[in-house]
């Protein structure tokens, strides 16, 4: 298991560190401290107190593990419920989808107490070439036609290796933990990977392309604008609803601007899902710029 270290060392620290969950179950772990990280953080006890004495630092220990068939399954569906939005989790089979999760190269959780815990966010990156004829595959091209093209070019290239991204979390986790869960996940997939590539003699370390389903939501405003009134033709003012899309997973925006493909589907209720195929370099690069831009937050 990759142990939870303080959150300002957690880029660093877990950027090159293995996971070790299948060679042990002790858990080494030490607090994570997701506080605001202002000036004052270094004082005494006494000032670590806000006015009515209570403390304003939680500390919680975030801990990495593979996905464990034993517990996670029911956590898992409802999570990728979350993702999916009540409409189109109708249209999959959700607890299929939880066992590809389950048995992909790589899925990587948080949890924050134990591995017989329930996750708190999962990321999971699973074989489209295994498992073309499944389900979700099936879902997938029936979304837009973007991707069904992309999956028939996949198939025509012959040697390139995509990978179905699956990923949901807890909204209130903090983007800090995303950068190294990324990696990690990315780590095993590089391992599975090589393992297959000894057997059939070939040579891959990575996957080509990685498609991803996320969401966004609006965000509806008052705006004022200037209108004429028709009555005595003066200026007037009424106001009328504006809206600002955003994104549920910050990364989001990151792996956009990299995107070999990226558009969204229709409004739901003001949820907007999201779907972008992204190749390895532009994935690396999408994870050190948000890596980059959580520094200044």
């Not at 591995?115 to 999971?124: A, N, V």
Request: proline share 2%; with cysteine.
């Amino acid at each position: 298991m990759v142990q939870a270290v303080q959150l300002g060392q957690v880029q660093d620290q877990l950027k090159s560190r293995k996971r070790t969950q299948r060679e042990t179950e002790d858990v080494n772990s030490s607090d994570i401290d997701i506080s605001s990280t202002d000036d004052e953080a270094g004082e005494k006890d006494s000032d670590d107190e806000d006015e009515d004495g209570n403390d304003n630092i939680v500390n919680i220990d975030f801990d990495f593990f593979n996905a464990n068939k034993e517990v996670d399954f029911h956590a898992l569906k409802t999570l990728l419920r979350q993702l999916f939005g009540k409409e189109e989790s109708n249209k999959l089979q959700l607890s299929a989808l939880a066992d590809l999760v389950l048995d992909a190269c790589a899925t990587t959780t948080i949890k924050c107490e134990g591995k017989e815990s329930d996750p708190y966010c999962f990321f999971s990156l699973i074989d489209y070439q295994e498992n073309k004829n499944s389900d979700y595959v099936q879902y997938l091209q029936k979304v837009d036609m973007r991707l069904k093209t992309f999956f028939q070019t996949l198939e025509s290239a012959g040697n390139k290796k995509a990978a179905l991204v699956l990923s949901e979390r807890f909204i209130n986790m903090p983007p800090e933990i995303v950068p190294p869960l990324y990696r990690i996940t990315l780590e095993d997939a590089s391992n599975s990977l090589q393992a297959s590539a000894a057997t059939s003699q070939t040579s891959r370390d990575h996957y080509d392309f990685y498609v991803f389903v996320s969401r966004k939501y609006e965000i509806n405003f008052d705006a004022d604008e200037d209108v004429d009134v028709v009555d005595n033709n003066t200026k007037g003012k009424r106001t009328k609803q504006a809206t600002q899309i955003d994104y549920f997973h910050p990364e989001d925006q990151f792996l956009e601007k990299y995107a070999k493909i990226n558009f969204d589907g229709k409004s739901n209720k003001g949820i907007i899902p999201s779907y972008i195929i992204i190749d390895h370099a532009g994935l690396v690069k999408a994870i050190d710029d948000l890596d980059a831009a959580i520094a200044t937050w």
